[in-house]
């Protein structure tokens, strides 16, 4: 099973308990927001629009879990993921090597150097944008690599509302250049791409975020309290995981009029 790096440092240090890991990282992969709404959706534009062998560019793609979760439903899809991190390169082909999936290709590579025209059903774009300086002709370059009515799902977070101290993200090794952007912002930098059926909405609202700290924030803080009570972590989250998934379907399926991120999903 494929864990982020984030994931492996913030939570096994704090949980000794194998029981305690091995359900954290399995229920937070169906339970965390942003996995829910890049699950689903790609199913759906898949199964719309009949593609057979879906080809998948994943901007910023982390440590891989969104190629991961590909993978188990489309496990004949052909991905493309890039990253400027190298920490996050070398954790995702270790294991994609390691599990042979010849059809995966993680590399290091900045998105405003890609070169492939017209390659892909579908490009993942989360919580990249605020690494990138020139963020419009990162969209762009995206928008060329899309086939004819090739969808674009987009995630990244809200300009906070006090400007963040932190300008160097310690877990990607990688300088912060922007906080995030206003919903506007973001649909206008969209359009100006190319993209058209832009359909956008805050995420991580009062539900989403309240589902967010039961599910992740909570589980770690129970087990720095003591060692003593990493033992209920296992029984806490059983527990706690019909909550956040009603929080989570009700984040789904009404949304807010604000939210910590923003989604859009647009076509070419």
Known sequence: MLVTYVEEQHVKRVMRNRLSRWI???????????????RRETKRIISKQNIEVPRVLDVGFGFGQRIYYLLSHFPKAG??????????????????NKEDNPN????????????????????????????????ERALKNVYASLKNK?????????????????????????PIIRDGYSLEKLEDMVKEAGFSKIESRYIYGFAGNLAWKIIIVSPIKIARVSILLIPIIPLYMLLVAPIAAILNFYEYHVGHTKGRSIYIKAEK
């Open 24 to 38: 954290f990282f399995n229920y937070t992969k169906y339970l965390d927001l942003k996995n829910i709404i890049i």
């Open 79 to 96: 991905v493309l993921g890039i990253d400027i991190s190298d920490k996050a390169v070398t954790y995702a082909n270790k294991y994609f």
């Open 104 to 135: 995966v290709y993680c590399m290091k590579k900045d998105i405003l150097e890609i070169e492939d025209k017209e390659s892909f059903d579908i490009a993942y774009v989360v919580k990249a944008l605020n690494y990138i300086e020139d963020d």
């Open 150 to 174: 090739g969808t674009l799902l987009l995630i990244n977070s809200r300009t906070a509302s006090t400007k963040s101290k932190t300008n160097f993200d310690r877990v990607y090794s990688l």
